[in-house]
T-cell receptor, first 112, second 112 residues
């Protein structure tokens, strides 16, 4: 069964901390995505990557960065966590072409 | 620009049919998708339809596409309490693109 695995289901971090959210896929997919999901706002794209070491800004990249050193792993980094980054973070991957995304289970991050 | 619109809430009685509607703006969309998100989980691909099709049926699910009106619907027959979830419509805006544009999601509540 194909999988996208997010390393943590729940995280609590303090304001100002550097936070790493990890995502690994085992499907040899080229494309990987990070979204955040907030009530009433739906899914908002933070960053995506369509190849190793490639990254593109999504709709809301401010306060975030990403790393894709290996094809299977796409990391989201909060350089200095703030309370307005409290959210559900969803990682997804897809092959080249429009075959749809496979999502991870999500990481619910609380910044206090 | 691209936009996908859905109503935010739908409530139905167990055993009735549910119809979740979606409108999109990009007439060059190639694929349209329906995703389901259960509480606390990631998104799961339910079904998809290619833009040259009018209808697709898969067990209790029927997808209807009206390309002229840019309207997509998902019908769930004999709705069960396990169908309670958020349903997202998504499109691939334009040939050659692989990045999905999501609606904000419709929360389906099934009343026993």
């Amino acid at each position: 069964d194909v999988k996208v695995t997010q390393s943590s289901r729940y995280l609590v971090k303090r304001t100002g901390e550097k936070v790493f959210l990890e995502c690994v896929q085992d499907m040899d997919h080229e494309n990987m995505f990070w979204y955040r999901q907030d009530p009433g706002l739906g899914l908002r794209l933070i960053y995506f990557s369509y190849d190793v070491k490639m990254k593109e800004k999504g709709d809301i990249p401010e306060g975030y960065s990403v790393s894709r050193e290996k094809k299977e792993r796409f990391s989201l980094i909060l350089e200095s966590a703030s309370t307005n980054q409290t959210s559900m973070y969803l990682c997804a991957s897809s092959p080249r072409g429009a075959d749809g995304y496979t999502f991870g289970s999500g990481t619910r991050l609380t910044v206090v | 620009g691209e936009d996908v619109e859905q109503s935010l809430f739908l409530s139905v009685r167990e055993g009735d049919s549910s119809v979740i509607n979606c409108t999109y703006t990009d007439s060059s969309s190639t694929y349209l998708y329906w995703y389901k998100q259960e509480p606390g989980a990631g998104l799961q691909l339910l079904t998809y339809i290619f833009s040259n099709m009018d209808m697709k049926q898969d067990q209790r699910l029927t997808v209807l596409l009206n390309k002229k009106d840019k309207h997509l619907s998902l019908r769930i027959a004999d709705t069960q309490t396990g169908d309670s979830a958020i349903y997202f419509c998504a499109e691939v805006p334009g040939a050659g693109s692989y990045q999905l544009t999501f609606g904000k999601g419709t929360k389906l509540s099934v009343i026993p």
